[in-house]
Structure formats: structure tokens, C-alpha cells
């Protein structure tokens, strides 16, 4: 059976009920360790519980057997028995568990073969490689090169060589979710296919073409040089006939968890149109919208043709214009006819919430999770916003057709701001529906209510009824509040108060690593370390951004966990024999279990072992400095993480001034709980630093993007959007190319190998990284009010990935004129004409293909070492609205402190200017809210942090099993035990040492 994330063995637990600083009493008085027979029974008992865990519901919220809990574990639940009461039973719930998560996600990490795509020279005769990127007219034939490792091609050398189009993949996948009697057919062998998909599928059962590979005997090549024997092969393919991007995938697709395990992914391509194909790509649309009536589909297909469509001459221009007027008047036609269904929606879920006394609901679906509630009273204006009811099955037809309109406003708004972007297109659109799109972009779409609005003060009340306050605009150009000397120093004034508080001693670094020290000595003197092991210190006890409270967190490295010292200097990629797979075998976890028993004779208290664990780790309380410390083993990656975030900490010191202020202001407004799905500590620390990484004068650098011998220079990115920039006048270095970089592989606890390489700086390269961090001359006041609107704003969530492995603003060049306070005077002088992409931006779709991340609505956040884990993925759609809620919520509060004043709406590219809307100025809005109407500069931080009600989310989270939890479970658990170990393990349990000893 599958072992839960998590088990948790506390070392010998009392009988009482203690406070949860109270130290753990031995069940016996007269030994503080186990014995050989006592860890005989309790491994028994343990094996015993990870067989039966899987047959357990959990149920919390029971004030049932209060009384039986002990120390240090979680309130008492009810347990009840799923049907499956049999070992084989427990095992076939397993293996559906399993085989549902493979259906689930895609398999990315295992892809060893290559697929290269070739394409015929007419002039040589030749077929040549074709770089990643390659732009193709639609239906343009080409050849893909696959190369398979022998040890996986000899595999399907016996299959047959069957040639499949289209539906390969499906086919597997509707057999992989249909019922087990399919399972009396004969099996089909194995085989391996070659499917075009659209980038980023979500698995690979959507090919558009699958084609099964023949590999023979004869397709065997060694690498003269290497001696590498791998199989290879040529298979024709042609180009999708519309307009985006596409890949190939090798899989195997005979079996359910096979089709989603992807062996080998090419690179990325396009389709382009050029002339008549444009024109023959809009019927497609067109009977999207009006014979199948699937608005979703067209929308989906006219942003694709609209992105795709590269050039067009004048003879077939004329060709264009009526189809693609027509397809945009369907678009604008759909919008204003689900406006009133939104509008219905919106005042059925008041009524909803009012009836069952919600206060301010907000819509917890994906696609409406920024839906709002009635207004409430002046005396509950503060209240958080809680999350609606959910719709009653009685009108499911309705609310079938809410979320599709709710999805396709977001769409139609995508397709609206691609044509927006896509000058040349825009040309050929009529003046009418110009003016009636701009309008549509500009005034009735709500950014924060995520849909279109018929009239301007709906929208107004609407967004009024959901936030409880009048957000403050986003407002224009690098800053957007400009805050005077008088308004900043109060600001700053504020932050000092605050920070006085939370920042921690001046010793604090030395005296965790004199406790760190200490503790390595005890363990040692017990003789349980191994000759050259080390504990070393990680998270916040070492990156310069924990506080005297903080948890010790310890990883305990091995010498086998040693890689050498010069290979991160040296530049070279760890090989297998240099860099050991250290996952943890029975040794490692009774070496745990040693240093908990040994933990415990020195008096720690709550010490428990949670040895099955995602990382493995032995957590303890220190009565003594009244600290709680864990223990892990094997987590080179947190080693890594936590030496380049000092490294950030140690270039400027307004990130660590920030990042204790944005802690603190989450943590009061209930938004840094990852178990109630809201983001970690951690996460509000990527975010930081990448918001730094991105400013116009970048105050942070990609540590990953410097080579080891970096002295100084500015790199640029490679862009397809134009030539690289080219250094400006006033003494600074030419702009080079991005160097290659090293890698320095390290193993994560799932065995995925990572790159940890970043740029450690040696005393010169820091001078250098600080003088160029001095160059960005924000207060640390306007930088957090920027803070807050980049997130509030200007960072596109749901298309967009926080990453500051791939932040190139902080190595682009930029001009001098811009190195001042970034004031929006000097940002407007110094940009250019017409849309600018950003430096740098990770879209999600790239992760939807590189990681097989699911495409949502909600802020996602990369891991800078482990590219495939989404720091932020515990959001939901109802704490990501709450989210967006408490930072537009700050960035107004930060706005009150400077007196309004009345500019004209602006717009991009001055296209409302164009049609004399840019000169009306914004209706002045009264500030009659939950929120003060001015705040006092130096009360600012005071106002941010107001502590305020939980949200309605907060502590509703579903809790993972543990053993912890099942030794509370009571006489449920024990039936359940007597059931799989008989009466003697029932008699066994019957007393309370023996039950202690279980726990």
C-alpha cells in the first residue's frame, strides 16, 4: 500500500496532557532510551500501520475520546473503515490511487531519447536541422530524427509496425478510464509513437497525428568517439494546418500509465501565416461561432490565427478585412450577451450569502474567483471576504452556462488585447469596432472582477461590494506614486518602528552557530555521527532572514553528500560517481531514529522521528533556549537555496528590510499559511527578489546568469523581438552575449538531478554586484508601495511565472538617464514607441510543456534549483481572490498618504487618444470606505499590519494522515490494527505503555 506523505513517531510520549512546551516523559521513569525489544515492537506495529493507513478516512473536528490526547498531537478524530477491509482489498485501493494520480499529471523527468526536426534544401537535395523556433507555413512537410538509448529501443524491437494517425493516444486514454473489463482483451504489445501536439498540452493524449516508430535490428548506431549505441530513424511529418506553436513527443501509448510517461519532447516550433493562408484559416473560425456554437473553441482559434498571421501583401489584403471584421463583431456580440448572465450569477450568490448570513462572499470557482457578495454594513466593512456557497445541482444548467461565460470573458479579453498588440492586424480592423474594442478593453472590463461590465458604475458598485474600499489605479510608467521627501521619510519613519521589533539581534547569526556547534559536539560525544558528517545550517538560521525565534533547521551532510569543492569553481557538471545517489536507505533512517533517542536522553522535549517524510527529519523543542529545531538528511538543494539568498541579503541591504516588513504585513493579514493555501515565507521572498530583479534599474542581479568570471560586464538576452540593445554613452561596458554557464548537478529528494549553480562572489565581484545594486536610488519606502502594485497590478497572474532563475532585466543594459529614483518622468523619456515586451517573462505555457504544470488562474512561482515545483501551488481560486484582495488593499493605503489628484485615464500606445477619449478625465471618486481617507505617512506600516478576522478558509484545510493521527484514533484504529494482526497485537494495545510504545 502507499505510504502517506508523512508518519510521524514521537519517541516515547507521556501519558498526560501537557502544554506544547512541556518536555516528553519516557513511558518508563527508569530508562531515557529504548530498548532492543521496544524498537522490535515498535517496528513491528510501525510496519503494521503503513499496511493498514491506506483503509482509514479521516474526519476532524470530533470532540470524541478529548481526553486520550497526548502531547504534542493533533485534537482526537473519528476514524472510519473504508469497504476494502482485506490486505488485498487495501491494496487495490493503492493501485487505483496510483494509477488516478497518473492519469493526473504527465511524466516529464524521464525523456531520454532525442527528436530532431529536419527539413528538405530543394537546392542541395539535402535534408538540414532546422533551429529551435523554426517558423513554418502550414501543411510544410519536414522529417523528425528520433534517437532512442538501446537499452530502451531493444525493448520494442519485437512490436509491430503499425502506422497510426490521429487517436493513437486517445485511444489509450479512453481505455485508461473505462472499467476493468477491459481488461479480459487481449494486450496490445508494446510500441513507441512519435505524436504532434500543441505546445503545452496538457498530456499527451491530445495529439493532433501519432505515428508509430519502426525500430529494427539495422537502425543500431554506435558514437565513434563515445561508443554510445543508440537506434535512430527518420519519420515524415507536415505542419499543422492553423496558426501556433507546436512540439513532437515520443511515448509509449499501449498501456495507461505508459501514455503519460514522455520519453523524449523536441523542441518548439511555430506556424505562420503569410497571404492566402490567413484568409483560408478564418472559415475554421467562423464555424466555430456559428455551426457548433462552441464560443470557447473560436475565440481560442481567432487569438491563435490573429498571433499567427506575420505579414500579408496588398493583393491580399482586401481578402482579409470582411472575415476578420466578422469574426470580431461574433466576439463583441457573445460578450454583450453574457453580460447579463455574469450579472444574474452575481446577484444569485448575494442572495446565497445573505440567506446563510456570509459576509461579502466571493466565488471560490477558477474561473470566477474574483465574483463578489452584497455590500456590507459600515460595522462589518472590515470583514473578510468569505467564500460562497456553492450552487445547488436544482440550477446546474445555469450555472454551467455562468462558467463558460465567465471563461470566455477572460479569453475574449486575451484575443482583444493580442489584436491591441498586433499593429498590423489592427490595421485592417474597421473604425467602428476599434472604437467599440478600446472601449470594451479600456472602461468595461474590471481587471479585478475578471469580467466585462455593461455600465461603468456596475463595475464601480460591483468592485466596491467585493474589496470594501476603492482601489487606487495602477497608474503609469515605472512609478506611479511619487512620494515627496516629507511623505517618504514618514513612510520610513514607520518602517523603523516596525523593523526595531523584528529584526534580530546583531549576534544572532553567531549564536546559531554556536548552538549549531554545541548540538554537533553531543551528537558526536553519543558516537551515532558518522566519521566527517556534518550538521549545517539551512533556511532562515542562515540566509539573514530569520529572527531570534525562529526554527533551527539543520541538515545532517554525510560524506558521501560531499561533492567537491572545486567543481562549482571549476565550472564542470557533477558526474554520477562524483555526486552519489544519497536517497535514504534504512541505514539513514535508523540514523534518525539513533539521533532522536539521543535527543531525547539530553533532555529535548516533543521529539518525534517523521520518517517517511518527503525529506526525513527529527524534529525537537529546546527548553533550554526555548527553540524548536529539526534534523533532516540529504537536502543539498535547501544547502544551495540557502547560501544564494544570503548571497541577495549580502548585495543590498533594502532586501532584507523589505522582506522582514512584507513577512510581518502577511502574516497579520492572514496570508502566509501555506496549510490553509496561502503562500509560505518563502514564497513572499521569491517574490520579493524577483521584484527587485525586474525594476527598471534592477537593485538585485541573476546570480545564475553569471559566469564565475564575471568582472563586471552587462549581458543582454537574445530576443526574437529586435537586435540587442547596445550600451548608451557615459563610460559603461559593451553589452556582450550570455556566457555558457556551468552546472552543478545535485540530487533532489524525489532523485530528480538539479543545477545549483549560481554565482558565489568572491570579494571583488561583490563590490562590483553592490555598486551596481547603489545605482537604483529608491528609498526603501517607494520600493515596498512598488511592491505592492507590481502584484496589486501590474504582474499578469495567469499567464505570466515568477522566476528569478530567469530575470534578465537585472543584466540587460540600460540607458543613464533612467539610473535615477525611477521616477515616471525619467521611465516615459526613456521608452520607446509602441509595446516593449518585458526583459524577462516565464509564461505559463512554457511550464505547462517544460514541467507539466497545470494551467491555472492563481500566482505561480518557480523554484529557482527545482524548475519543476511551483512554490506557490497551494493556491486555490478563493485564496488567491483574498490574495489580490490584501494587496490592492496595501497599495491603496500606501496611495492615501499623498494627496489625490485628477489625471486623464491613460492608455497604451495612445490608441484612445487616437479617438479623443484620453482627454476625459477619471470621475473623481469619493473616498467613502472601509479605509481611511488619508493616512499619516508615519502610521502607514501600523495601518498595513491591522490585525484583522481570519478569512473563511483559514483552518479548513484538510490535514494529511500521519501515524500521529492514527494513534489518536482511539478503539477504531486498534479494531483496525486486530483486524490485519490478530488478537494478540489487540491484547498487546490493551494497556497504556504499550500503546505509547505504538505511538
Given at each position: 500500500?502507499?505510504?502517506?506523505?508523512?508518519?510521524?513517531?514521537?519517541?516515547?510520549?507521556?501519558?498526560?496532557?501537557?502544554?506544547?512546551?512541556?518536555?516528553?516523559?519516557?513511558?518508563?521513569?527508569?530508562?531515557?532510551?529504548?530498548?532492543?525489544?521496544?524498537?522490535?515492537?515498535?517496528?513491528?506495529?510501525?510496519?503494521?500501520?503503513?499496511?493498514?493507513?491506506?483503509?482509514?478516512?479521516?474526519?476532524?473536528?470530533?470532540?470524541?475520546?478529548?481526553?486520550?490526547?497526548?502531547?504534542?498531537?493533533?485534537?482526537?478524530?473519528?476514524?472510519?473503515?473504508?469497504?476494502?477491509?482485506?490486505?488485498?482489498?487495501?491494496?487495490?485501493?493503492?493501485?487505483?490511487?496510483?494509477?488516478?494520480?497518473?492519469?493526473?499529471?504527465?511524466?516529464?523527468?524521464?525523456?531520454?531519447?532525442?527528436?530532431?526536426?529536419?527539413?528538405?534544401?530543394?537546392?542541395?537535395?539535402?535534408?538540414?536541422?532546422?533551429?529551435?523556433?523554426?517558423?513554418?507555413?502550414?501543411?510544410?512537410?519536414?522529417?523528425?530524427?528520433?534517437?532512442?538509448?538501446?537499452?530502451?529501443?531493444?525493448?520494442?524491437?519485437?512490436?509491430?509496425?503499425?502506422?497510426?494517425?490521429?487517436?493513437?493516444?486517445?485511444?489509450?486514454?479512453?481505455?485508461?478510464?473505462?472499467?476493468?473489463?477491459?481488461?479480459?482483451?487481449?494486450?496490445?504489445?508494446?510500441?513507441?509513437?512519435i505524436g504532434l501536439l500543441r505546445y503545452g498540452t496538457a498530456n499527451n493524449a491530445g495529439c493532433l497525428v501519432t505515428k508509430t516508430l519502426q525500430i529494427t535490428p539495422k537502425a543500431l548506431v554506435t558514437h565513434p568517439h563515445t561508443g554510445e549505441r543508440f537506434y535512430t530513424g527518420d519519420m515524415p511529418f507536415f505542419a499543422p494546418k492553423s496558426a501556433g506553436q507546436f512540439v513532437y513527443r515520443l511515448f509509449d501509448p499501449t498501456t495507461k500509465e505508459s501514455v503519460f510517461d514522455t520519453l523524449g519532447t523536441s523542441a518548439l516550433y511555430h506556424v505562420v501565416l503569410i497571404d492566402q493562408d490567413i484568409a483560408q484559416n478564418f472559415p475554421a473560425v467562423m464555424d466555430s461561432f456559428d455551426k457548433e456554437q462552441n464560443f470557447t473553441k473560436g475565440i481560442a482559434q481567432f487569438s491563435q490565427l490573429v498571433r499567427?498571421?506575420?505579414?500579408?501583401?496588398?493583393?491580399?489584403?482586401?481578402?482579409?478585412?470582411?472575415?476578420?471584421?466578422?469574426?470580431?463583431?461574433?466576439?463583441?456580440?457573445?460578450?454583450?450577451?453574457?453580460?447579463?448572465?455574469?450579472?444574474?450569477?452575481?446577484?444569485?450568490?448575494?442572495?446565497?450569502?445573505?440567506?446563510?448570513?456570509?459576509?461579502?462572499?466571493?466565488?471560490?470557482?477558477?474561473?470566477?474567483?474574483?465574483?463578489?457578495?452584497?455590500?456590507?454594513?459600515?460595522?462589518?466593512?472590515?470583514?473578510?471576504?468569505?467564500?460562497?456557497?456553492?450552487?445547488?445541482?436544482?440550477?446546474?444548467?445555469?450555472?454551467?452556462?455562468?462558467?463558460?461565460?465567465?471563461?470566455?470573458?477572460?479569453?475574449?479579453?486575451?484575443?482583444?488585447?493580442?489584436?491591441?498588440?498586433?499593429?498590423?492586424?489592427?490595421?485592417?480592423?474597421?473604425?467602428?469596432?476599434?472604437?467599440?474594442?478600446?472601449?470594451?478593453?479600456?472602461?468595461?472590463?474590471?481587471?479585478?472582477?475578471?469580467?466585462?461590465?455593461?455600465?461603468?458604475?456596475?463595475?464601480?458598485?460591483?468592485?466596491?461590494?467585493?474589496?470594501?474600499?476603492?482601489?487606487?489605479?495602477?497608474?503609469?510608467?515605472?512609478?506611479?506614486?511619487?512620494?515627496?521627501?516629507?511623505?517618504?521619510?514618514?513612510?520610513?519613519?514607520?518602517?523603523?518602528?516596525?523593523?526595531?521589533?523584528?529584526?534580530?539581534?546583531?549576534?544572532?547569526?553567531?549564536?546559531?552557530?554556536?548552538?549549531?556547534?554545541?548540538?554537533?559536539?553531543?551528537?558526536?560525544?553519543?558516537?551515532?555521527?558518522?566519521?566527517?558528517?556534518?550538521?549545517?545550517?539551512?533556511?532562515?538560521?542562515?540566509?539573514?532572514?530569520?529572527?531570534?525565534?525562529?526554527?533551527?533547521?539543520?541538515?545532517?551532510?554525510?560524506?558521501?553528500?560531499?561533492?567537491?569543492?572545486?567543481?562549482?569553481?571549476?565550472?564542470?557538471?557533477?558526474?554520477?560517481?562524483?555526486a552519489k545517489d544519497t536517497q535514504h536507505t534504512a541505514e539513514r533512517l535508523l540514523l534518525l531514529e539513533k539521533i532522536a533517542e539521543t535527543l531525547l536522553a539530553m533532555g529535548m522535549t516533543n521529539v518525534s522521528a517523521r520518517l517517511t517524510a518527503r525529506i526525513p527529519i527529527v524534529e525537537y523543542h529546546d527548553p533550554l533556549t526555548q527553540l524548536d529545531g529539526d534534523i533532516s538528511l540529504h537536502n543539498p538543494l535547501a544547502l544551495a537555496n540557502t547560501r544564494m539568498l544570503r548571497t541577495y541579503v549580502d548585495i543590498d541591504p533594502r532586501v532584507r528590510y523589505l522582506a522582514f516588513l512584507i513577512k510581518h504585513w502577511a502574516k497579520s493579514r492572514h496570508i502566509n499559511s501555506p496549510q490553509d493555501g496561502t503562500l509560505s515565507s518563502y514564497g513572499f521572498i521569491l517574490s520579493l527578489i524577483y521584484f527587485l530583479q525586474m525594476r527598471p534599474v534592477p537593485v538585485l542581479p541573476n546570480l545564475q546568469l553569471l559566469p564565475p568570471d564575471w568582472s563586471g560586464q552587462r549581458y543582454h538576452q537574445p530576443s526574437p523581438h529586435g537586435p540587442p540593445a547596445t550600451a548608451a554613452a557615459g563610460g559603461r561596458p559593451s553589452t556582450v552575449p550570455l556566457p555558457s554557464l556551468p552546472q552543478v548537478m545535485a540530487t533532489s529528494v524525489d532523485g530528480t538531478r538539479c543545477n545549483v549553480y549560481f554565482l558565489e562572489p568572491n570579494g571583488q565581484q561583490m563590490r562590483m554586484l553592490q555598486q551596481m545594486a547603489s545605482e537604483n536610488t529608491e528609498s526603501p519606502a517607494q520600493l515596498l508601495v512598488e511592491y505592492f502594485r507590481f502584484y496589486a497590478w501590474t504582474f499578469d497572474v495567469r499567464h505570466d511565472v515568477v522566476s528569478i532563475r530567469r530575470a534578465y532585466s537585472s543584466t540587460m543594459p540600460y540607458a543613464p538617464s533612467t539610473a535615477t529614483n525611477g521616477g515616471a518622468g525619467a521611465a516615459a523619456a526613456a521608452a520607446p514607441a509602441g509595446p516593449v515586451a518585458p526583459p524577462s517573462v516565464v509564461q505559463k505555457l512554457d511550464k505547462n510543456e517544460e514541467s507539466a504544470w497545470f494551467h491555472t488562474d492563481v500566482l505561480s512561482i518557480e523554484d529557482p534549483f527545482e524548475t519543476a515545483y511551483d512554490v506557490a501551488h497551494v493556491l486555490r481560486a478563493a485564496q488567491m481572490s483574498y490574495l489580490r484582495k490584501e494587496f490592492l488593499r496595501a497599495y491603496t493605503l500606501a496611495c492615501r498618504t499623498v494627496p489625490p489628484a485628477q489625471e486623464p485615464v491613460a492608455s497604451p500606445n495612445g490608441l484612445l487618444a487616437s479617438l479623443g477619449l484620453a482627454s476625459v478625465p477619471a470621475a473623481p471618486v469619493a473616498p467613502v470606505d472601509a479605509l481611511p481617507n488619508y493616512v499619516a505617512p508615519n502610521t502607514l506600516i501600523e495601518a498595513l499590519c491591522e490585525p484583522c478576522e481570519p478569512p473563511p478558509f483559514v483552518g479548513r484545510r484538510k490535514a494529511s494522515l500521519s501515524i500521529t493521527d492514527v494513534a489518536a484514533f482511539g478503539s477504531a484504529t486498534l479494531s483496525a490494527l486486530a483486524s490485519a494482526t490478530g488478537s494478540a497485537a489487540v491484547d498487546a494495545l490493551t494497556t497504556k505503555d504499550a500503546a505509547a510504545e505504538a505511538r
Open positions: 500500500a502507499r505510504v502517506p506523505a508523512a508518519i510521524a513517531m514521537p519517541i516515547h510520549p507521556p501519558a498526560a496532557s501537557p502544554t506544547k512546551s512541556s518536555p516528553v516523559v519516557p513511558a518508563s521513569s527508569s530508562s531515557t532510551s529504548t530498548t532492543a525489544a521496544d524498537r522490535q515492537k515498535t517496528a513491528a506495529l510501525l510496519s503494521v500501520m503503513k499496511s493498514r493507513v491506506g483503509d482509514i478516512t479521516v474526519k476532524r473536528g470530533s470532540p470524541a475520546a478529548a481526553n486520550d490526547v497526548p502531547a504534542g498531537m493533533t485534537p482526537p478524530v473519528v476514524a472510519e473503515k473504508r469497504p476494502e477491509e482485506t490486505a488485498e482489498g487495501a491494496a487495490a485501493a493503492a493501485a487505483a490511487s496510483a494509477a488516478k494520480k497518473v492519469l493526473t499529471y504527465r511524466i516529464v523527468k524521464n525523456q531520454v531519447a532525442q527528436l530532431l526536426v529536419k527539413v528538405r534544401n530543394f537546392k542541395t537535395k539535402e535534408d538540414n536541422f532546422v533551429a529551435p523556433g523554426y517558423y513554418f507555413r502550414p501543411g510544410n512537410g519536414m522529417t523528425v530524427e528520433w534517437r532512442i538509448p538501446a537499452s530502451l529501443a531493444e525493448k520494442y524491437l519485437a512490436a509491430p509496425n503499425n502506422r497510426q494517425r490521429g487517436g493513437a493516444a486517445a485511444a489509450a486514454h479512453e481505455d485508461s478510464t473505462g472499467d476493468d473489463s477491459q481488461s479480459s482483451k487481449p494486450q496490445e504489445p508494446p510500441k513507441l509513437v499567427g498571421m506575420k505579414s500579408c501583401s496588398a493583393e491580399h489584403a482586401q481578402a482579409i478585412v470582411p472575415p476578420l471584421n466578422r469574426c470580431l463583431e461574433r466576439v463583441i456580440d457573445e460578450i454583450q450577451r453574457t453580460m447579463p448572465i455574469l450579472e444574474e450569477g452575481y446577484e444569485k450568490k448575494k442572495t446565497t450569502a445573505a440567506a446563510n448570513a456570509v459576509p461579502a462572499p466571493t466565488a471560490a470557482g477558477i474561473n470566477d474567483a474574483a465574483e463578489v457578495g452584497p455590500a456590507a454594513a459600515a460595522t462589518a466593512a472590515t470583514a473578510p471576504v468569505a467564500a460562497a456557497p456553492a450552487p445547488k445541482d436544482d440550477d446546474g444548467d445555469f450555472w454551467t452556462s455562468y462558467r463558460q461565460a465567465a471563461k470566455m470573458h477572460l479569453d475574449a479579453y486575451d484575443a482583444l488585447l493580442l489584436l491591441l498588440e498586433k499593429r498590423a492586424v489592427w490595421y485592417f480592423v474597421s473604425e467602428k469596432l476599434k472604437h467599440t474594442v478600446l472601449y470594451l478593453v479600456h472602461r468595461q472590463f474590471c481587471p479585478i472582477l475578471r469580467r466585462f461590465f455593461p455600465v461603468i458604475s456596475d463595475m464601480t458598485r460591483t468592485r466596491l461590494d467585493h474589496l470594501q474600499f476603492h482601489p487606487a489605479p495602477a497608474g503609469a510608467g515605472a512609478t506611479a506614486v511619487v512620494l515627496s521627501p516629507a511623505v517618504r521619510a514618514g513612510i520610513e519613519q514607520s518602517m523603523v518602528a516596525v523593523l526595531t521589533k523584528l529584526m534580530p539581534s546583531a549576534d544572532f547569526l553567531q549564536r546559531r552557530e554556536s548552538m549549531r556547534e554545541n548540538l554537533q559536539r553531543q551528537l558526536q560525544r553519543a558516537g551515532i555521527l558518522p566519521d566527517g558528517s556534518v550538521l549545517a545550517l539551512y533556511g532562515s538560521s542562515a540566509n539573514n532572514f530569520g529572527k531570534d525565534d525562529s526554527d533551527m533547521d539543520m541538515c545532517l551532510v554525510l560524506p558521501s553528500d560531499h561533492a567537491p569543492k572545486s567543481s562549482a569553481a571549476a565550472g564542470h557538471s557533477l558526474t554520477p560517481t562524483e
